[in-house]
């Protein structure tokens, strides 16, 4: 009896899960519907992440021109313009890290060479200007260096770019005990260039079209593979019972 017991409820287990695997069939189906659904929602959807970074792109691009035209207006304007649209969008991106490539979110690192180069020239003439002045213990060494060596520039058909006036200029500075000190003014005068170093970061998702989008996508995907598992499981199961 118990073994005749065993046998049936064996049987029956087995038809169980026949009849689960029959009715896996119409699940097959429906997956198939959503495979052929989320192929073309991965080519929107990859469409939409292009369009952004392309826009996203464009804005830069309106950054480093206002910067190339020397514009701080306008750079004002078009660093809003850019934060505004990468906070607000998913903007992926590849960029460059110490030679290597790397997939981010935002912008990446830039950098607004000219604005900063305006930045270092105004304070390097406001230092030199301050040393100039009395509070110079040794006056004015930039114009003294200068009588120097512009005198031997002309004896010697010396252009003020020529490495020997460089020198003398710097042999001359260097002779007044103040010369330290004028270096490191002048060193602390100059702007960090990390004010003038952006990089904006966007948000991995987004209540947008595209963001909606993409959680369709993803639901999808994880409907799919949940199906594919269940179905694996349940005919090793058959195999083994």
Not at 4 to 16: I, N, P, T, V
Not at 102 to 118: I, S, V
Not at 127 to 134: M, Y
Not at 193 to 205: G, K, M, Q, V
């Amino acid at each position: 009896m118990d073994k005749s017991g065993g046998k049936l409820k064996l049987e029956e287990w087995r038809k169980a899960l026949k009849k689960r695997v029959r009715g896996l069939k119409h699940i097959k189906v429906k997956t198939w519907i959503l495979l052929l659904v989320l192929v073309p929602l991965l080519f929107i959807d990859a469409t939409l992440l292009r369009q952004n970074h392309i826009k996203m792109t464009e804005l830069r691009d309106a950054v480093m021109t206002a910067d190339d035209e020397n514009d701080d207006a306008k750079i004002a304007e078009t660093l809003i313009e850019l934060k505004e649209f990468v906070f607000s969008n998913i903007v992926v991106n590849v960029v460059e890290d110490n030679g290597e490539q790397r997939l981010t979110f935002g912008t990446g690192p830039f950098y607004l060479e000219h604005q900063y180069l305006r930045a270092a020239e105004a304070a390097l003439a406001a230092a030199e200007a301050a040393l100039a002045g009395d509070a110079n213990p040794n006056g004015n060494v930039y114009g003294m260096a200068g009588d120097t060596c512009k005198a031997l520039a002309l004896a010697n058909g010396w252009t003020w770019d020529n490495a020997n006036f460089i020198n003398c200029m710097m042999t001359e500075i260097n002779k007044y005990p103040s010369a330290a000190e004028i270096q490191d003014t002048i060193i602390a005068a100059l702007p960090s260039t990390e004010l003038y170093r952006h990089n904006y970061a966007s948000p991995i998702w987004t209540p947008s079209f595209v963001g909606w989008l993409i959680l369709l996508t993803l639901i999808i995907i994880v409907v799919i593979i949940i199906r594919m598992i269940i179905w694996v499981v349940l005919r090793l199961s058959l195999l083994f019972i």
